[in-house]
């Protein structure tokens, strides 16, 4: 009977270290498949915000360059409006008129 306990201990100790080893290696494989998966995860992440950033830094020079050109667009316009109060400005805006009315077309003139 001792000698059944005692191999029945060892046989139970041995089972136990296996057992306890195969643990360890499933941990540890499943640990390896998790940084894995958050590698990947935090690589495409990446990716996509690379290509978010640059889609909307292009947009926004687009934004800008068509905000510069109608800045430009209202200071013309606003010199030529302002230029309608000066000495002279009626008759100055009389002949840029003239430039945009055809020949063939009769003119009226209010004064």
Same mark, same amino acid.
């Given at each position: &009977? ?8 060892? *046989?139970?100790? *041995?089972?136990?270290? !296996?057992?306890? *080893?195969? /643990?360890? /290696? ?17 690589? !495409?992440?990446? !990716? ?19 905000? *510069? ?30 430039? &945009? ?6 003119? !009226?003139?209010?004064?």
């Amino acid at each position: &009977m001792y000698k059944n306990n005692i191999i029945n201990k060892k *046989t139970l100790e *041995t089972f136990l270290n !296996v057992n306890h *080893t195969e /643990q360890e /290696q499933l941990v540890k494989s499943i640990y390896l498949i998790l940084k894995i998966c958050f590698s990947l995860l935090a690589i !495409v992440s990446l !990716v996509k915000i690379g290509y978010t950033s640059k889609f909307r830094l292009s947009r926004l020079r687009e934004i800008k360059d068509s905000y *510069t050109f109608e800045k430009s667009r209202f200071g013309s316009l606003t010199r030529r409006f302002d230029d309608l109060f000066t000495f002279k400005g009626e008759q100055r805006f009389m002949k840029d008129q003239d430039q &945009m009315i055809s020949r063939d077309i009769i003119r !009226v003139i209010w004064r």
